[in-house]
């Protein structure tokens, strides 16, 4: 074997090999790139699936940001081919969609816009447009699902009363949570924001769904009108 060339995982000790270790000591204890070549599932000619996958982490900086990348970014690494790419992207929105799943026994409560900020941000898919969401709950505040309403440009978003409470009525709710991030960064109101927020207030009042709190979010930071007394 050349001292250039790295080993195979056929090659590598089957102690050290990611998907044995899943096995003998549990996802929970293997680290992210090991996780991330099990995703792969194999390398190609001159480069194992583990230093594609620490690539993948070095190009986009996070394990985080590798599963907000679109199949066309991931294609861009080196050793990521459409195919790989299509695996990476659909293990996360399994991810995704399993967290944000109501659970029958125990649904989670959104009384605290904390909760509604990290379920929002788990469903952003690209930071530089604003995304407009739904989330809907019973009467005990608990969790019953959510939609994407709308994906607006660079800089705006469009939500209608009647999508909102449309989908809500469909879902049999009690209220609703909208939530939107704002792609610069900054989670203040917009004056449009505060007369969305309103005019949701009202169509709420009249259809008999509470709007509880509209949130907006960014990456690292985010703030909740009823926080603020405004819902």
């Known amino acids: 074997m050349s001292n250039d060339r790295k080993p195979t995982m056929n090659e590598t000790p089957e102690h ?14 293997l ?14 000619r001159g480069m194992p699936v583990r230093d594609i996958a620490q690539q993948l982490v070095n190009q986009f900086h996070s394990v985080a940001e590798v599963g907000r990348a679109s ?7 080196p050793g990521i081919g459409k195919a790989k790419a299509c695996q990476i992207v659909a293990a996360f929105e399994l991810a995704r969609r399993s967290d944000d799943t109501p659970y ?5 409560d959104l009384s605290d816009p904390k909760e509604v ?13 604003e995304c407009f969401l739904t989330f809907y709950v019973d009467s005990r505040n608990r969790h019953m699902g959510g939609d994407e309403v709308s994906v607006g440009s660079l800089d705006t978003t469009l939500a209608h009363p009647r999508e909102v409470f449309e989908r809500a009525i ?10 939107h991030n704002h792609p610069s960064g900054d989670p203040t109101p917009s004056d449009d924001d505060i007369r969305l927020t309103r005019r949701l207030t009202e169509a709420g009042k009249i259809l008999g769904i509470r709007l509880l709190d509209h949130v907006v979010v960014c990456r690292d930071s985010h703030y909740s009108f009823r926080s603020h007394a405004l819902v």
């Open 117 to 129: 900020a990290r379920r929002a941000r788990a469903n952003v898919k690209d930071w530089r447009k």
């Open 170 to 179: 469909r879902a049999g709710a009690a209220g609703v949570i909208v939530v």
């Open 31 to 44: 680290s992210e790139v090991e996780l991330l070549s099990i995703i792969i599932s194999r390398g190609t």
């Open 104 to 108: 029958v026994k125990e649904r989670a």
């Open 16 to 29: 050290e090999r990611p998907r044995e270790r899943l096995v003998k000591v549990g996802a929970a204890n």
């Open 71 to 77: 199949v066309e970014e991931l294609m861009r690494v």
